[in-house]
């Protein structure tokens, strides 16, 4: 069976936010190249294609992971006691999360003026688009397993998630209200949904912003592709598993670079990008 997504939001040429029932794109594992893609019961072209799944993933689907990862954070003293390192982390998550939901539409005067967003688009409409990710929640998905010979991806982040869980019950006195699956989402999962978005998308004018269908999508993915998916230099903390100097971040790591090291040195210990 094809990948698919039920009940996909996607932003039309008027700005406004349309629900199709279903998104499928056929892929041939043999040579990894797209066969088709359908919105619903029309036929889409690569080009359309791309538009949408980028949209998606760093739109509704993303923001899933900063939603799960406010399940993996402490901010109170008892935390900051017990693991300053985790307290630290988790500061930047929520501030993070903020800046996402709450500052990134106010950025959209500013791009309109400066050619960069048509005028229909409206931030509104981004956030329903955002909580309806939320609200889809995460659907059952064990067969992706199925993929594991197949895809780099699934068989890094199928492995480091059972050693996540083990190494997680080993520390759990370090991380005080914590949420296991939220910390591995909102660590190891956004920082790794990150680090592919710039590799996938290599060249953010690939993206067609000329569609007549699709161009308000692509629009937006060229500004989340430039200026906020890639990582931000010059932090003055430490913020990735590798070099942490914890006992649970340094053991999860020593695994991951096992299994594949240039994911495992893309994993951040926190949300900041």
Not at 249 to 267: F, G, H, W
Request: glycine share 6%; charged share 20%; with cysteine.
């Amino acid at each position: 069976n094809p990948p698919l997504i039920q009940d996909f939001p996607y932003v039309d040429h008027n700005g406004k936010m349309r629900v199709a029932n279903l998104f499928a794109v056929e892929i041939d594992l043999s040579t990894k190249r797209m066969v088709k893609c359908h919105l619903d019961n029309e036929e889409l072209s690569a080009s359309q294609a791309v538009i949408l799944l980028s949209f998606n993933m760093m739109g509704a689907n993303h923001v899933k992971l900063h939603a799960f990862g406010n399940w993996g954070v402490n901010v109170d003293n008892e935390a900051k006691e017990v693991n300053p390192f985790l307290h630290r982390n988790s500061l930047v998550t929520v501030a993070y999360n903020f800046f996402g939901f709450t500052m990134f539409p106010r950025s959209f005067g500013g791009w309109k003026k400066h050619g960069l967003l048509s005028k229909e688009w409206d931030p509104m409409v981004l956030k329903q688009v955002f909580l309806h990710g939320v609200k889809e929640n995460v659907l059952e998905h064990s067969h992706v397993i199925d993929l594991i010979d197949h895809s780099e991806l699934v068989r890094f982040v199928t492995e480091i998630r059972a050693i996540f869980h083990v190494k997680f019950i080993k520390y759990k006195h370090l991380f005080p209200g914590v949420n296991a699956e939220g910390l591995f989402v909102g660590t190891i999962l956004h920082s790794i949904d990150h680090a592919l978005a710039e590799i996938n998308l290599e060249d953010p004018l690939w993206l067609d912003v000329d569609d007549p269908r699709f161009g308000k999508m692509a629009e937006m993915v060229r500004i989340i592709r430039v200026g906020f998916v890639p990582e931000i230099p010059g932090f003055y903390f430490h913020r990735y598993f590798k070099g942490s100097g914890h006992p649970f971040y340094e053991s999860v790591y020593a695994k991951a670079a096992k299994i594949n090291k240039t994911l495992a040195d893309q994993m951040d210990s926190c949300i900041c990008r």
